[in-house]
């Protein structure tokens, strides 16, 4: 049950997505975001699909891990297009029951936004599927940088950021010990009703709470034998460094958001 | 007695994918009613994955496990009622405690077993003597204990639901030399007491050698050796080459005789040692 978590979900490859720079990888997502978020019509959104599979294929990432990004989400994805269905009016009635009306602009609305909230989620699990956590925190501590002027330490930031994603393992690994120490004593946490399955939590929870507490203390400490000072004067062992891939990714991106912005125009809105 | 029959057991990680493991592959064992058996093995043969069968934590692929002939796994639902006859304690128990008192802590085995107060209250007072806590300590905080005094507390919480089969995982990890000798006495006088079967998971082969009946080396997934603790270190050379280290003392024996000194090499322990080399030296002289 515990080894389900894809979190530091990095899958080892040598694409040339694998090898873009971070910092582009998180601009491009970024800019990705708004480009699904952008067309008004079918053949637009049709171009945002097609720059996906693109994207995708360059990736060489098995199909079958994408599908396990957005398993998860499909109860969203079915749910907010169940409550379209329900809620948009217009177009032809198709059936009616009562006050309750499914119309063909209804069932529009709902798969244009199916297919929106997929992208969105393949789009941005490309991003953490071909970007070791590493390489991430590195990039946002890049991208925090102007922020100093706010008193903002990316640094620091990027820092609990990386100790956060390091800890992740070792705390599903933790939690599964102290599962079966409590269920060696009894514990049961497959039957009962909600409250009691709360309950049932408090033995793993307070014990898996004291020792993150130990170990952020341990850590803590080692960090300051080793006289860490934080982001000032630091160098790195892996440095970012950009390539014209890097902005030739850019380059495309950026036009294929002209295209739709062309495509809205040209062809209207179907949404209501 | 409860008796632990284990009939061919082999558990697979992940089975069925490209990252298939045999954690432990056709492992047959039974215990003798009463008795300490010690399990050895290199890091990653298994031990872990074994003990955690016995009292239906994990499930094996294939083979059965029968508590007094009844296959525990006929009726998964009843899985619990397994736990609290074969009681385990895991490696570093301290860190299960969770309570706000230690004796609400020790407490939280027999309440799950759905006895009446009265029962509980002498379980719990029962279990802190036996692992040497004393009274005033039932009261406090589990974080206020020295390290020593929390894994003894973990342990009776074990002990609270008065296991027949009591299984325990590297008891003696991680603590001091006083910590580990107060453990194993407590281990041996428990036995003693209540005559519980116990299997002892242990990397240090000096306590498997003071308070094991038999052995069990458990060597990549799979049985190496079962014998009594005598025959077993009588194979010390293999025992080597396994990674496992023999009791120092044997050692020195072996060395002894690599040297030509004629002694016998099966002995395990410092007293036995002394017996073997107190001839050698002319026997023993009043002074």
Known sequence: ?272 | MAVLDIQNITHTYAAGSPFEQHAIRDVSLKTVSGELLGIIGHTGSGKSTLIQHLNGLLRPTEGKILLDGQDIWEKPKNIRAVRFRVGMVFQYPEYQLFEDTIYKDIAFGPRNMGLDDAEIDRRVRRAAADVGLDEALLEKSPFDLSGGEKRRAAIAGVLAMEPEILILDEPTAGLDPRGREQILSLIRDYRARRGTTVLLVSHSMEDIARLADRVLVMREGEVAMLDTVERVFARAEELEQMGLTVPAVTKILLLLRQQGVDIATDVYTVEQAIERLLPLLGGERAC
């Open chain 1, 1 to 272: 049950m515990l080894n389900d978590i894809t979190l530091g979900q990095y899958f080892p490859g040598n694409s040339l997505l694998h090898r873009l720079d971070p910092r582009m990888k998180l601009t491009l997502t970024m800019l990705f975001i708004v480009l699904v978020f952008i067309p008004r019509n079918w053949i637009s959104l049709c171009g945002a699909v097609v720059l996906l599979a693109v994207t995708v294929a360059l990736s060489r990432l098995p199909i079958k891990l994408l599908w396990r990004s957005v398993k998860p989400i499909l109860l969203i994805v079915a749910f907010t297009a169940v409550l379209q269905i329900f809620y948009v009016t217009g177009g032809t009635v198709l059936v009616q029951l009562g006050p309750v009306k499914i119309t063909t602009q209804g069932l529009n609305n709902a798969a244009f936004i199916a297919v929106r909230i997929a992208c969105l989620v393949m789009g941005s699990s490309l991003l953490t599927y071909t970007t070791t956590p590493t390489a991430l925190t590195d990039a946002i501590e890049y991208m925090l940088a102007p922020l100093k002027v706010l008193r903002v330490n990316a640094h620091e930031i990027a820092m609990m950021m990386t100790i956060a994603l390091r800890f992740i393992p070792t705390l599903v690994e933790e939690t599964g010990k102290i599962m079966s120490a409590q269920k060696a004593r009894g514990a049961d946490m497959e039957s009962g009703g909600l409250i009691q399955r709360v309950k049932a939590l408090v033995p793993i929870i307070i014990p898996l709470f004291v020792s993150s507490f130990r170990r952020a203390y341990d850590l803590a400490m080692a960090m300051e034998c080793r006289c860490y000072q934080g982001g000032e004067g630091r160098t790195r062992m892996k440095k970012l460094c950009s390539a014209p891939r890097d902005w030739i990714a850019l380059a495309v991106y950026l036009l294929v958001l002209a295209v739709l912005i062309a495509l809205n125009v040209r062809f209207g809105s179907v949404l209501n």
